[in-house]
């Protein structure tokens, strides 16, 4: 089954305490993103990655690191988790540039106390 | 700066109803217009997606009205059901860079029997 999985799907935490979030995707996908959704603001892509070794910025990226190691691994990194960062993050994966390819993983809640 | 502004924020139809969801965005270079379907729960799902060169497309009950001049799209629903409950998020996103959307605020349906 075709399919972009994420873990951990909920996550509580504290302020300061580094964090990962995965998402790996299983149909050989170039192109993964990364989004935070949150009420009033829609999704909000925070990094994106066109291929292995290659990323780039959204438009919300500060405080966030990803890498792109392997093509089907994406992972979100929190360095030091902020209160502001308290969101549902979802992670996506496409063929190509298109987004008539993507799919959409099935979300992170993180809360950050 | 939000360059996809979506209306209403919530809406409320009868079963069998037409829902009309609208989208106004800023940036002229914008040319895919993709609408998302979101379920509780789940992560957005692509629903329909159209470009500047038509003004109009359609894919069973849902279609998609574009107007270049006004700068706005809109998705309609036809023959609402209860099972259209969701929330429906419009983005825009250039087709040279497509895999960077802006997304919309959402639009939180509810359709009663």
């Known amino acids: 089954e075709a399919q972009v999985t994420q873990n951990p799907r909920y996550l509580i935490t504290v302020t300061g305490k580094k964090l990962t979030v995965t998402c790996s995707q299983n149909m050989n996908h170039e192109y993964m993103s990364w989004y935070r959704q949150d009420p009033g603001l829609g999704l909000r892509q925070i990094y994106y990655s066109m291929n292995v070794e290659v990323t780039d910025k959204g438009d919300v990226p500060e405080g966030y690191k990803v890498s792109r190691k392997e093509k089907r691994n994406f992972p979100l990194i929190l360095e030091s988790p902020s209160p502001n960062q308290t969101s549902l993050y979802f992670c996506?994966?496409?063929?190509?540039?298109?987004?008539?390819?993507?799919?959409f993983g099935p979300g992170t809640r993180l809360t950050v106390l | 700066q939000q360059q996809v502004k979506q209306s209403p924020q919530s809406l409320i139809v009868q079963k069998g109803g037409i829902s009309i969801i609208n989208c106004a965005y800023e940036?002229?270079?914008?040319?895919?217009f993709p609408w998302y379907q979101q379920f509780p729960g789940k992560g957005p799902a692509l629903l329909i997606a159209?470009?500047?060169?038509?003004s109009e497309k359609k894919e069973g009950r849902f279609t998609i009205s574009f107007n270049k001049s006004a700068k706005q799209f809109s998705l309609h629903i036809m023959d609402s059901q209860p099972g259209d409950s969701a929330t429906y998020f419009c983005?825009?996103?250039?087709?040279?860079?497509?895999?960077?959307?802006?997304f919309g605020s959402g639009t939180r349906l509810l359709v009663r029997p």
């Open positions: 996506a994966s496409s063929l190509n540039s298109l987004p008539d390819t993507q799919y």
């Open positions: 983005a825009a996103s250039r087709m040279d860079s497509s895999y960077k959307l802006i």
């Open positions: 940036n002229t270079a914008f040319d895919y």
């Open positions: 159209i470009r500047p060169d038509v």
